[in-house]
């Protein structure tokens, strides 16, 4: 967790990996006041986990049939199908013990 060191304000102006003397206060990663010192990586990671929840929310919308997936222009229903491909693959690839989970 970062150490960050405030203004007069309040406002983070500095985060640190370690104490120090004018930066004590210890915040949980990804505390809003932390936002302005996010990375490219930190996006990008916020960025896969949207892409997860719209995909969960288009197979919602499929499977109450407010939604066909030829609605969709050809090339989201080609980027969604790969995208549910590779991760049926990525499950497979995962199930160590078989369909009758005994060893």
Not at 13 to 19: C, D, G, N, W
Not at 43 to 52: G, K, M, S
């Amino acid at each position: 967790m970062p150490y960050v060191q405030r203004d007069a304000d309040g406002v983070v102006t500095a985060a640190f990996t370690a104490s120090g003397p004018d930066h004590r206060e210890e915040l949980p990663a990804g505390h809003a006041d932390l936002a302005p010192f996010s990375g490219p990586a930190e996006f990008a990671r916020l960025d896969a986990d949207l892409i997860r929840v719209i995909e969960d929310v288009v197979d919602v919308l499929i499977d109450r049939g407010l939604l066909r997936l030829t609605d969709l222009p050809p090339d989201a229903q080609r980027k969604l199908l790969a995208r549910k491909g590779a991760r049926a693959r990525l499950r497979q690839g995962l199930n160590l013990l078989g369909p009758d989970d005994v060893i």
